[in-house]
């Protein structure tokens, strides 16, 4: 039966895409179906979001699926089985399908020809949202962002592994302790550790396929990194030791054989092209490898855990306020990308990363701001509609629904919401600094999926008590700071109006307050790698959806953004 229900899910996506034929590259990550699209015009995004098993959707780099934890796992099998299928049961020539026209709800008090402006409906902030979005994409297209995602895309195939891995270490550590199935652990702890002693090779796969070489050259140079005789090498006076550089050593190793692999490839025979290029690639970038980047990444990843290590020692409390109040601006402004090769060193250094549980609590924060603004648009069904359904999701560290369709597009609660999440990863922060390390042993899950990746310098259950204690922290601070300070008193007359106006009503005066329009945040601080649940705004909530618009007007060109 599962397999039906993950078929049926896999069934309803694909003409909704446009079909087999408008799939140009197809994966899967933690939590969304990645798609390549060939014609963007044959997505029907308001009927891919109206299904179910659908939690959202992000246009990015690719067309990105929210399915959740689990079942993006299981539903990217069936997707990829009915796009054979489907491809091998027609010719590749024949027409792509054209979608019909999705229609747009009316409200209902439009359609009684009442004022309706009164009340925006989550359609409106969704729209609100995705403009929001178009604007930040077109301003995060730099090179030295773009650069960051090709790195975060290197990281992301890895992720299911060290997350499996990170749950055996768990089971393993907890048997050690409690002193039982002693000849069980040697086991574990083998399966455990095993991807993480090589994973500087898997780096260098993906690295090189990432920037166009040949993946497995990229393998074979990082390989050097790791390999047992490297103890015997001097360089810099110092002797080597496998495994120093790590991560960082084996990326910057691979991205230099795609340049001395592209190199060779403009410059060698087509005769011997076969024979000399990968020889020349493996053996220059080897030596250099060895005789520099091992050295140079083994201080900088050195460094990136003496400075973690100190920051949540002597200010633990400042830095975990700072870190989960400003993760989604970084997230928006496309920087939390580079922390991924941060995480995954601390997790090879120390065996966890003490940054994402912190980062964690915005999730919290974000939780708590929906909830709150539940409550306060107590008379905006559509709004509250939204919030009920994406609620499972953001507990479970999927915040794109509450975040594009909520929080952002409404302003204020955002950044309460980001309030939320500072004073939860200040409390992280705290018990760091009080000596109650909390890392976790995997990146990629969040909110309560983090559960089982939790580990610490304590014992499994104070390590557990903290991290929970730290989403009711942030759950209640942004639920808090959302409730009595996310809202001006026009918002919530506008926001919260009756859903059916008085006949004949007037529509309440175009314009936006001075408390509004200085709270929301600008749109070109909105988060890069993720997007609204966008439509098409309805007509009949005309004056009150400008004066959302008008609250999250761009700054001035020139003035500071977070």
């Given at each position: 039966?599962?397999?039906?229900?993950?078929?049926?899910?896999?069934?309803?996506?694909?003409?909704?895409?446009?079909?087999?034929?408008?799939?140009?590259?197809?994966?899967?990550?933690?939590?969304?179906?990645?798609?390549?699209?060939?014609?963007?015009?044959?997505?029907?995004?308001?009927?891919?979001?109206?299904?179910p098993a659908v939690m959202g959707v992000v246009e990015d780099d690719t067309y990105?699926?929210?399915?959740?934890?689990?079942?993006?796992?299981?539903?990217?099998?069936?997707?990829?089985?009915l796009v054979d299928e489907e491809r091998a049961a027609g010719p590749e020539a024949a027409p792509l399908p054209v979608p019909e026209p999705v229609p747009v709800p009316v409200p209902e008090a439009a359609a009684d020809g009442a004022d309706a402006s009164a009340a925006p409906s989550a359609t409106d902030l969704a729209a609100q949202g995705a403009a929001l979005k178009a604007r930040q994409k077109a301003r995060n297209a730099t090179p030295f962002k773009l650069f960051l995602r090709r790195v975060a895309n290197i990281f992301v195939p890895l992720i299911p592994a060290l997350i499996g891995c990170g749950i055996v270490a768990g089971i393993n550590g907890l048997l050690t302790n409690l002193g039982w199935l002693p000849s069980v652990v040697p086991a574990l702890a083998a399966v455990a550790s095993g991807f993480m002693s090589l994973i500087a090779v898997f780096v260098g796969y993906h690295t090189a396929k990432e920037f166009?070489?040949?993946?497995?050259?990229?393998?074979?140079?990082?390989?050097?990194?790791?390999?047992?005789?490297?103890?015997?090498?001097?360089?810099?006076?110092?002797k080597l030791s496998p495994g120093q550089g790590g991560v960082l050593g084996a990326l910057a190793a691979a991205l230099l054989a795609v340049q001395v692999e592209k190199w060779c490839r403009r410059r060698v025979p087509e005769a011997l092209d076969v024979l000399l290029t990968p020889?020349?690639?493996?053996?220059?970038?080897?030596?250099?490898?060895?005789?520099?980047?091992?050295?140079?990444?083994?201080?900088?990843?050195?460094?990136?855990?003496?400075?973690?290590?100190?920051?949540?020692?002597?200010?633990?409390?400042?830095?975990?306020?700072?870190?989960?109040?400003l993760f989604l601006p970084l997230v928006m402004l496309g920087l939390h990308q580079a922390l991924i090769p941060i995480h995954t060193t601390l997790i090879e250094q120390q065996g966890y990363t003490v940054l994402l549980p912190i980062l964690a609590m915005a999730g919290a924060g974000q939780v708590g701001a929906a909830l709150a603004v539940y409550l306060?648009?107590?008379?905006?069904?559509?709004?509250?509609?939204?919030?009920?359904?994406?609620?499972?999701?953001?507990?479970?560290?999927?915040?794109?629904p509450l975040i594009y369709g909520v929080s952002l597009p409404l302003g204020r609660p955002f950044i309460t919401a980001c309030v939320g999440g500072a004073f939860g990863g200040g409390f992280i922060g705290l018990c760091n600094q009080l000596g109650n390390a909390v890392g976790s042993t995997a990146i990629g899950p969040s909110g309560w999926a983090l559960f089982p990746l939790l580990n610490g310098v304590t014992g499994i259950g104070t390590t557990l008590a903290i991290y929970g204690i730290g989403l009711v922290v942030g759950y209640v601070a942004g639920f808090l700071a959302t409730y009595f300070f996310g809202f001006s008193r026009q918002m919530l007359t506008e926001l919260n109006a009756a859903p059916e106006a008085p006949e004949g009503a007037e529509a309440p005066e175009s314009g936006s307050s001075p408390e509004a329009a200085g709270s929301g945040p600008s749109p070109d601080a909105a988060p890069e790698a993720t997007e609204?649940?966008?439509?098409?705004?309805?007509?009949?909530?005309?004056?009150?959806?400008?004066?959302?618009?008008?609250?999250?007007?761009?700054?001035?060109?020139?003035?500071?953004?977070?």
């Open positions: 039966m599962p397999e039906d229900k993950n078929r049926a899910t896999a069934a309803a996506i694909l003409p909704l895409v446009g079909g087999a034929r408008n799939i140009t590259s197809l994966a899967h990550c933690m939590t969304r179906l990645r798609l390549g699209i060939r014609d963007r015009s044959l997505v029907r995004d308001d009927a891919l979001k109206a299904l990105q699926i929210v399915l959740g934890p689990g079942a993006v796992a299981r539903v990217t099998p069936e997707f990829e089985r166009g070489g040949t993946p497995v050259l990229g393998g074979a140079v990082a390989a050097v990194i790791v390999f047992p005789g490297i103890a015997n090498i001097t360089a810099f006076g110092q020889t020349l690639t493996v053996l220059l970038t080897g030596l250099v490898t060895i005789y520099g980047l091992m050295f140079v990444a083994g201080e900088v990843s050195n460094g990136i855990g003496t400075v973690a290590t100190w920051l949540l020692a002597h200010g633990g409390a400042l830095a975990g306020f700072v870190l989960g109040g306060r648009l107590s008379r905006n069904t559509s709004v509250r509609r939204t919030i009920k359904s994406a609620l499972p999701a953001g507990f479970l560290g999927v915040g794109e609204a649940p966008a439509g098409p705004a309805q007509e009949a909530t005309g004056a009150a959806s400008a004066r959302i618009a008008d609250g999250l007007a761009p700054a001035p060109k020139g003035s500071a953004t977070t």
